[in-house]
């Protein structure tokens, strides 16, 4: 089955400096790439998702990019504020397939 | 309801006895998916239902776990002779007909199990 690993797994940034989450992935097949945010308590939010058949995806301050040789892809958050802590988890869906593998997650805490 | 809604939030049971947790997925989603997130994990994947079937119910661990939806919209979770290795959150999620799917999971706001 697909493998998923995410890195780091805590991040820690001063407010206003970028913060960069890294996963890899082991199927070349997989074709669908989202990054889901959880704070303390909550369920999982959808903030960006990417297609196989792009390569940079941006929403204001958050952009993902994904390479497909390499099989990983990233999730870029820029200008960082306080509401931006929480964990973030990657996921990749496998083509054909209708489930998503998650990453294990990165606590990500934006210092004042 | 506006949102996938998940009952009981909160679950504690004896090691041995039988659960029943239950998802209500936003009105009009035909998937349904359930998952499991351990402390500081990410969400396992357990098994999905398009429609009233069980299209992939590869993630369930063993055959204490069983999850129905009889008639497509909610689903219920059942696990039979719990152990305290099944302590986790229960997590569901549900997505529009596959024509109107973007690909989000909406997810509800879990069932927290603890088996003592």
């Known amino acids: 089955g697909e493998n998923v690993e995410q890195h780091p797994s805590t991040l820690s940034v001063q407010e206003g400096d970028s913060a960069v989450i890294k996963c890899t992935y082991s199927?070349?097949?997989?074709?669908?790439f989202p990054w889901y945010k959880q704070e303390l308590g909550k369920r999982p939010q959808l903030i960006i998702d990417i297609r196989s058949n792009v390569g940079e995806k941006k929403d204001q301050r958050i952009a993902v990019t994904l390479n497909k040789t390499a099989k990983h892809f990233s999730l870029h958050i820029t200008e960082t504020q306080p509401e931006d802590s929480a964990v973030y988890f990657c996921a990749v869906r496998g083509f054909g397939n209708e489930k998503l593998t998650f990453g294990t997650g990165t606590r990500l805490t934006i210092i004042p | 309801g506006a949102g996938v809604s998940q009952t009981p939030s909160n679950k504690v049971t004896e090691k041995g006895k039988y659960v029943e947790l239950r998802c209500d997925p936003i009105s009009g989603h035909t998937a349904l998916y359930w998952y499991r997130q351990s402390l500081g994990q990410g969400p396992e994947f357990l098994i999905y239902f398009q429609g009233t079937g069980a299209a992939d119910d590869s993630g369930l661990p063993n055959d204490r776990f069983f999850a129905v939806r009889p008639e497509g919209s909610v689903s219920t979770l059942k696990i039979q002779r719990t152990e305290r290795g099944d302590s986790a959150v229960y997590l569901c999620?549900?997505?529009?007909?596959?024509?109107?799917?973007?690909?989000?999971?909406?997810f509800g706001e879990g069932s927290r199990l603890t088996v003592l």
């Open positions: 999620a549900s997505t529009p007909d596959r024509g109107l799917n973007t690909g989000e999971l909406f």
């Open positions: 199927d070349s097949a997989s074709n669908y």
